[in-house]
């Protein structure tokens, strides 16, 4: 009878012991499930971030070209730029030197004029000046 009791009792400790495992298995397979929810949430959220992320650096990628693109243009427009200026200061200091030489060229025949209308006032005066010691 004394065993027949132990064998109840452990009947009833495994019986118990069983009920235990039993809520903790529904227990963990409860946890596993939401668990399973939340990692799907995650790799959700995951996925849009990473979709987020590859159009963000599409148009990081368009608006780079975009400014290469422009900075290009423009530094060969500032070189033509550059040329250009200095293709004018050359014609520039061209149009300078023919001035001055245009300038000095008038001034020669302006003192040539004047010197031929000055020699011809000498040679009246001293054609007068004959004149008047033939006469007197």
Do not use: P
Not at 64 to 78: G, P, Q, R, V
Not at 89 to 99: F, L, T, V, Y
Not at 105 to 120: A, H, I, P, Y
């Amino acid at each position: 009878q004394v065993s027949q009791n132990e064998l109840d009792w452990f009947h009833q400790d495994s019986e118990a012991q069983m009920k235990k495992w039993q809520q903790e298995k529904k227990e963990n397979r409860e946890n596993l499930k939401a668990l399973k929810g939340t990692a799907k949430k995650h790799s959700d959220t995951n996925e849009r971030y990473l979709k987020t992320i590859d159009e963000k650096e599409k148009q990081y990628n368009s608006c780079l070209n975009t400014f290469l693109e422009t900075s290009n243009k423009f530094a060969n427009e500032k070189g033509k730029l550059e040329e250009l200026i200095k293709k004018s200061q050359n014609d520039s200091q061209e149009c300078e030197k023919r001035a001055v030489k245009a300038e000095v060229s008038v001034l020669q025949t302006w003192k040539e004029t004047e010197t031929w209308k000055l020699r011809g006032t000498i040679a009246k005066a001293e054609g007068n000046l004959r004149m008047l010691k033939a006469l007197g």
